[in-house]
Protein backbone atom coordinates (compact mmCIF):
# COMPACT_ATOMS: atom_id res chain seq x y z
CA UNK A 1 0.00 0.00 0.00
CA UNK A 2 1.48 3.35 -1.17
CA UNK A 3 1.66 5.92 1.98
CA UNK A 4 3.88 9.29 2.39
CA UNK A 5 3.94 10.44 6.02
CA UNK A 6 4.73 14.08 6.36
CA UNK A 7 6.24 15.00 9.60
CA UNK A 8 8.49 18.07 10.78
CA UNK A 9 6.03 20.98 11.46
CA UNK A 10 5.38 23.06 14.66
CA UNK A 11 5.53 26.55 16.09
CA UNK A 12 8.34 28.57 14.94
CA UNK A 13 8.98 32.36 15.46
CA UNK A 14 9.83 34.29 12.07
CA UNK A 15 13.29 33.81 10.95
CA UNK A 16 13.35 30.43 12.61
CA UNK A 17 13.83 27.10 10.87
CA UNK A 18 11.77 23.77 10.53
CA UNK A 19 12.53 20.74 8.64
CA UNK A 20 9.88 18.49 6.91
CA UNK A 21 9.91 14.89 6.23
CA UNK A 22 8.47 12.67 4.50
CA UNK A 23 8.62 8.92 4.58
CA UNK A 24 7.40 7.03 1.82
CA UNK A 25 6.00 3.56 1.68
CA UNK A 26 4.80 0.95 -0.66
CA UNK A 27 7.03 1.71 -3.74
CA UNK A 28 10.15 2.11 -4.61
CA UNK A 29 11.04 5.84 -3.79
CA UNK A 30 13.96 6.40 -6.11
CA UNK A 31 11.27 5.98 -9.01
CA UNK A 32 9.90 8.80 -8.40
CA UNK A 33 10.04 12.76 -8.31
CA UNK A 34 8.59 14.28 -5.15
CA UNK A 35 7.02 16.99 -4.56
CA UNK A 36 5.88 19.88 -1.33
CA UNK A 37 2.93 21.98 -1.19
CA UNK A 38 1.11 23.98 1.55
CA UNK A 39 -2.04 24.65 1.95
CA UNK A 40 -3.45 27.86 4.34
CA UNK A 41 -7.24 28.32 5.51
CA UNK A 42 -9.34 29.68 2.67
CA UNK A 43 -6.39 29.29 -0.19
CA UNK A 44 -5.42 26.94 -3.07
CA UNK A 45 -2.79 24.08 -2.30
CA UNK A 46 0.46 25.69 -3.93
CA UNK A 47 2.95 23.79 -4.89
CA UNK A 48 6.30 24.97 -2.67
CA UNK A 49 9.06 23.14 -4.36
CA UNK A 50 10.03 19.13 -6.27
CA UNK A 51 13.07 16.96 -6.82
CA UNK A 52 13.70 14.80 -9.90
CA UNK A 53 13.97 11.05 -8.94
CA UNK A 54 17.83 10.95 -8.11
CA UNK A 55 18.17 14.22 -6.66
CA UNK A 56 19.56 16.00 -10.11
CA UNK A 57 16.63 18.28 -10.23
CA UNK A 58 15.12 20.68 -7.97
CA UNK A 59 12.51 23.49 -8.27
CA UNK A 60 11.24 26.03 -5.85
CA UNK A 61 8.36 28.27 -5.63
CA UNK A 62 9.61 32.23 -6.22
CA UNK A 63 8.40 32.77 -2.65
CA UNK A 64 10.38 29.85 -1.14
CA UNK A 65 13.76 30.68 -3.20
CA UNK A 66 17.14 30.84 -1.26
CA UNK A 67 15.04 29.94 1.79
CA UNK A 68 14.08 26.40 1.30
CA UNK A 69 16.24 23.59 0.42
CA UNK A 70 14.37 20.18 -0.87
CA UNK A 71 16.45 17.33 -0.74
CA UNK A 72 16.04 13.08 -0.43
CA UNK A 73 17.45 9.69 0.71
CA UNK A 74 16.30 7.00 -1.69
CA UNK A 75 18.41 4.97 0.62
CA UNK A 76 16.01 6.04 3.81
CA UNK A 77 13.02 6.38 1.68
CA UNK A 78 12.95 9.84 2.81
CA UNK A 79 12.66 13.40 1.52
CA UNK A 80 12.94 16.44 3.25
CA UNK A 81 12.44 20.36 3.04
CA UNK A 82 14.50 22.40 5.28
CA UNK A 83 12.65 25.77 5.46
CA UNK A 84 14.91 28.56 6.86
CA UNK A 85 14.41 32.05 7.21
CA UNK A 86 10.29 31.26 8.19
CA UNK A 87 7.75 34.58 7.66
CA UNK A 88 4.28 34.24 9.16
CA UNK A 89 3.24 34.21 5.20
CA UNK A 90 4.84 30.81 5.25
CA UNK A 91 2.26 29.11 7.89
CA UNK A 92 0.63 26.55 6.05
CA UNK A 93 -0.27 23.04 6.22
CA UNK A 94 2.37 21.25 4.23
CA UNK A 95 1.80 18.45 2.02
CA UNK A 96 4.55 16.05 0.16
CA UNK A 97 3.08 13.94 -3.35
CA UNK A 98 4.45 11.51 -5.25
CA UNK A 99 4.85 12.81 -8.97
CA UNK A 100 3.45 10.19 -11.53
CA UNK A 101 6.95 10.55 -13.66
CA UNK A 102 10.96 10.43 -12.40
CA UNK A 103 10.93 14.00 -13.68
CA UNK A 104 9.45 17.07 -11.88
CA UNK A 105 6.60 18.05 -14.32
CA UNK A 106 5.48 21.53 -12.30
CA UNK A 107 2.87 22.05 -9.50
CA UNK A 108 -0.13 20.39 -11.74
CA UNK A 109 -2.20 18.00 -9.01
CA UNK A 110 -3.45 16.12 -11.58
CA UNK A 111 0.54 14.61 -12.25
CA UNK A 112 0.57 13.71 -8.76
CA UNK A 113 -0.84 10.03 -7.36
CA UNK A 114 -0.51 9.70 -4.18
CA UNK A 115 -0.28 12.39 -1.29
CA UNK A 116 0.44 12.76 2.58
CA UNK A 117 -1.82 13.64 5.17
CA UNK A 118 0.08 16.72 5.73
CA UNK A 119 1.89 19.15 8.52
CA UNK A 120 0.89 22.05 10.43
CA UNK A 121 3.62 25.04 10.14
CA UNK A 122 2.58 27.86 11.91
CA UNK A 123 5.20 30.86 12.14
CA UNK A 124 4.35 33.46 14.82
CA UNK A 125 5.83 35.34 17.37
Known amino acids: QVRLVESGGGLVQPGGSLRLSCAVF????????IGWFRQAPGKEREGVSCISNRGGGTYYHDSVKGRFTISRDNSKNTAYLQMNSLKPEDTSVYYC??????????????????WGQGTQVTVSS
Open 26 to 33: GFTLEQYA
Open 97 to 114: GKVKYSVCTGYDPQQYDD
